[in-house]
């Protein structure tokens, strides 16, 4: 795992514990679920190049994000 990274532990995947509002959460999945800042990603090679998330999601997010 790259130094300063934690995992999701809603959908998974790596982020960079810096960029987070929350201690378990990537800023994606703290945004969708309590509301807070989102990064504003910029992807390349597959990940964020801000916060590192790779894009994953997960069922319970994704009907979060259509019931918004």
Known sequence: MLS???KCD????QYLKSKSSMAS???ECASIIYGYTNCKHVFKEGRC???????????????LKKNS
Do not use: A, F, Q, R
Not at 10 to 13: A, K, L, M, V
Not at 57 to 63: A, G, M, R, S
């Open 4 to 6: 300063g990274c934690e």
């Open 10 to 13: 809603e959908c998974g995947s």
């Open 25 to 27: 959460l990537c800023p």
């Open 49 to 63: 190049k801000h916060c590192y998330w790779d894009g994953s999601t997960t069922t319970y997010i994704e009907d």
